[in-house]
């Protein structure tokens, strides 16, 4: 969430007198942090960000999962 915040610029600003976006929004960051809370709660981590890959992972040990 830090690394997010390093560019707070781009999101919610009270002062703003700047048109409203969907990065903008009072909710944004919330929405964001809630789904990287939800996401990190499965591999026992404060925070996890989710990802797709069109092909398969190779892992060597099933145990060093998270």
Known sequence: MECIRAFKTQFFDPDSDET???ISSPSFLKVIEARSREL???IGAEYAEG?????LLGIDNIFDLR
Not at 51 to 55: I, L, N
């Open 51 to 55: 990802f797709t890959s069109r092909k």
């Open 20 to 22: 409203e976006t969907y």
């Open 40 to 42: 990190g709660k499965a």
